[in-house]
């Protein structure tokens, strides 16, 4: 099946710094892409949507300068959480939408961020 | 406002029996539905998938069923095996395109 490659899988970061994380499909191309966030015990929550070429949409409650989205190539997402704190310490994940037919959303590993 | 949701938070099988996850939904714009299981600290992994013009897919031991009059899908895993222990997701889509919309997900737990 199709590969969605995410890195880092693991990060640990000191409060106030910025961290980045890469979404890559690596054998089809995405123009749409999708950035969640998974609490302990929780479902998926949805961040954005990221579409390549243009400002990524942000769900209700999600706030677009601390949770950077570029998608500046068809194979490429990246999130960035700027100013991280403790609270935004959780796992997250992409994915990316194959198009062609039905939809089909291929994930990547996910990313655990611990901030301290 | 759940668009998709998963009742049970949590279902325990033998190992050998059947597993039968449930998933509602409530739009009816939605015609393409995925089941998606996730270990910890893993991305989800693509399962199964329905359109909606059948209802039953099949792939080895996983088969979805869809009752569209009652916005209803189901999986069943037979016969349960102690891998299987992990998170589901069901999902739906509106058109080709279109965003998922995620269930809350079920911890299915297979003792041996």
């Known amino acids: 099946g199709a590969v969605v490659s995410q890195h880092p899988s693991r990060v640990i970061c000191k409060s106030g710094t910025s961290v980045k994380i890469e979404c890559r499909s690596l054998?089809?191309?995405?123009?749409?892409m999708f950035w969640y966030r998974q609490f302990p015990k929780q479902s998926l929550m949805l961040m954005a949507t990221?579409?390549?070429?243009?400002?990524?949409?942000?769900e209700q409650g999600v706030e677009k300068d601390k949770f950077l989205i570029n998608h500046a190539s068809l194979t490429l997402s990246t999130l960035t959480v700027t100013s991280a704190h403790p609270e935004d310490s959780s796992f997250y994940i992409c994915?990316?939408?194959?198009?062609?037919?039905?939809?089909?959303?291929?994930f990547g590993q996910g990313t655990r961020l611990t901030v301290v | 406002d759940q668009q998709v949701k998963q009742n049970s938070p949590s279902l325990s099988v033998q190992e050998g029996r059947i597993s039968i996850l449930n998933c509602d939904y409530t739009?009816?714009?939605?015609?393409?539905f995925l089941w998606y299981k996730k270990y910890p600290a893993e991305g989800p992994t693509f399962l199964i998938s329905?359109?909606?013009?059948?209802d039953k897919n099949e792939d080895g031991r996983f088969t979805v069923f869809l009752n569209k009059s009652a916005k209803h899908l189901s999986l069943h895993i037979v016969p349960s095996q102690p891998g299987d222990s992990a998170v589901y997701f069901c999902?739906?889509?509106?058109?080709?395109?279109?965003?998922?919309?995620f269930g809350g997900g079920t911890r299915l737990m297979v003792k041996p």
């Open positions: 994915s990316a939408l194959r198009q062609g037919g039905w939809p089909e959303a291929f």
């Open positions: 999902a739906a889509s509106g058109s080709a395109g279109n965003m998922l919309t």
């Open positions: 739009n009816s714009m939605f015609d393409y």
């Open positions: 329905i359109s909606s013009i059948k």
């Open positions: 990221s579409n390549e070429g243009s400002k990524a949409t942000y």
């Open positions: 054998d089809f191309q995405a123009t749409t």
